[in-house]
């Protein structure tokens, strides 16, 4: 019951993104990501990630962090980390840098052979230049499914974001479905992301990201 109940979520989640992939934006989100574990409680974590709009064609943002995480028990794990981030302003082309503190409190479990988290990530944004720094609450949930196909697993996720200077104080919302594979050091998923935006006069923009995550275990 739960695996069918599970499968048509995803169905009925299918249903809701294809239509809006046909009139929104196309872009990329590409994240690498390596993990060196020093001990069963201590992990270093150190990731790059870029984001693309207009069709693939403009590469406008791009972070790179480092962060130390600490596994308190079988389900908790608490890191933070020092992020630097750099985005291209869509009106005038300039490039402005963001350094972005942050601190996370994730939670994993299984139901049925799923694999079930939740991370809620605290952020603190601060801008060089004149925009007005802000910080920015964001949580995320995903299901890690156990059917498989030659080791292909479908994945299901979304996350939302909350920030202090938003209209309405919901800022985005990020609604994936895609596939995941798990070597012995490496995992690898591949998703189609629905990006919505509150773009500050009461209304919302959508936008479709080609997502991938490729992340080394050491």
Known sequence: ???KNILLLLAATSALILPTAQASDWGGIHDFILKYTLNEKWAI??????ISRDDFSDTYFGLADLGLAYKFDAHWTGSAYYRQCWLQSASTGDW????RPLLELNYGAKFSDIAF?????LEFRIYEGD???DMRYRNRTRLD???????IKPYLEEELFFTDNSDGFLDQNWLTAGVYYKWSHAKLR???RWQTKNNGTGSWKSKNLLATNLM???
């Open 96 to 99: 402005g840098t963001e350094h």
């Open 131 to 133: 925009k007005e720094d």
């Open 117 to 121: 988290s939740n991370r809620s990530r």
């Open 1 to 3: 019951m739960i695996k």
């Open 216 to 218: 080394f275990f050491f």
């Open 190 to 192: 591949l998703g189609y």
């Open 45 to 50: 974590y150190n990731r790059y990630e870029s």
């Open 145 to 151: 499914m156990p059917w498989d196909i030659v080791g």
